[in-house]
């Protein structure tokens, strides 16, 4: 839905860190619960790996719209 979005490689302004456990060329993506808490994590054979519990919108940071 729209609350899902693909981004692909590691979010570059991230206040979190590529896991070492994870490998380099997966394809990351977050998914927005409600407010600014949102999920960050991978997809690897159409199944989402929850990687951040991203409490502040941090992992994949974005501008403000209409301030």
Request: glycine fraction near 8%; hydrophobic fraction near 35%.
């Amino acid at each position: 839905g729209k609350n899902f979005k693909e981004y692909g490689f590691f979010p570059p302004d991230s206040n979190f860190k590529h896991p070492k456990h994870v490998p380099n060329d997966v394809s990351w993506a977050s998914l927005h619960l409600s407010g600014k808490v949102c999920l960050g994590g991978h997809i690897v054979e159409n199944v989402f790996y929850v990687v951040f519990l991203d409490k502040n919108h941090e992992f994949w940071k974005v501008e403000k719209k209409h301030t």
